[in-house]
């Protein structure tokens, strides 16, 4: 019968902890995970005013009941617009913390991000002037650490106009594969993220991580009230009220660069407690 063939993804998938993944062979396919990665970045590697950069990344094995449930959401409040951190207002922040909510509610997903200070020492030690090379190192760093054993990758990323000379998924995924001695990233592909839900869910939570971020270093106030909502609503669902030391879990993984601990506002009375303490 039809429907006898028709097997979950956890029936299909066979654990065999003898098979090592370096030893696996294509005809291994029903001990290979094949999982969607969804990049996107926050703050641009030109600008100069912006001192952060951040890359995250959704990772799950079935995007499909995810996009279909933000779809279905859309379709019955008759909400077409692209969501945007940036572009938060009154009109689309309770959509937005919906496409949070149901991120939150979904099985087996999984968050992973990286966020730097474009002014700290490490910044210009490791990428110097090169802005590409750090956005292609960052995106490779986050896809080591979103890989798991027995998983090949497939990365679609939000488009980005880059230079002539810049091949971002052609060396995503030879560096990837080179390092790792194995087929682990299948592909690249960046596509415009006005297409793709889930490309626009990476905005609204790398957006909030580096507005709590930017809050806490006192490069902004943080005025706008929408801003603040999603932030907090993403904070209550990790169970967090700060996100400038990073924060790990089961499923999310947020990596803040030291550097940035560097501009928080020292305590009250610091200097004059040091001028104690030396005299």
Known sequence: MLVSAI???MSFFKFNKEIKTEDLKLSDYDQI???????????????????????????????????????YERNKRNFHDEMHFNKLSRKNI????????????AKSTHFYSYSIDKEGEYFKKEFGNDPWQAYEQLTMRLIEAALA??????????HVTTPKDVRFEVNVKKNVNSKLGRLALAGVCRINSRSNDLLQLVDLIIG?????????????????????ELLNCLKKNLGTD????????????????K???QRLPLPPNTEVNEKEQSS
Not at 149 to 158: H, T, V
Not at 208 to 228: H, M, P, Q, V
Not at 242 to 255: E, M, V
């Open 7 to 9: 097997l979950s993804p």
């Open 33 to 71: 995970w094949t999982k969607f990665c969804f990049l996107d970045e926050t703050g641009s590697l030109n600008n100069l005013t912006d001192p952060f950069f951040s890359v995250g990344i959704i990772k799950l094995s079935q995007p499909y009941y995810l996009m279909n449930k933000i779809l």
């Open 94 to 105: 309770e959509f937005a913390k919906f496409a949070l909510g149901a991120f939150f509610d």
């Open 149 to 158: 054993e027995k998983e090949i990758l497939i990365l679609l990323a939000d």
């Open 208 to 228: 909030a991580i580096s507005y709590d971020l930017k809050i806490k270093t006192g490069a902004i106030e943080g005025n706008s009230r929408c801003k603040r």
């Open 242 to 257: 700060t996100l400038i030391n990073g924060f790990k879990n089961r499923n999310f993984n947020i990596f803040v660069d």
């Open 259 to 261: 550097d940035m601990k």
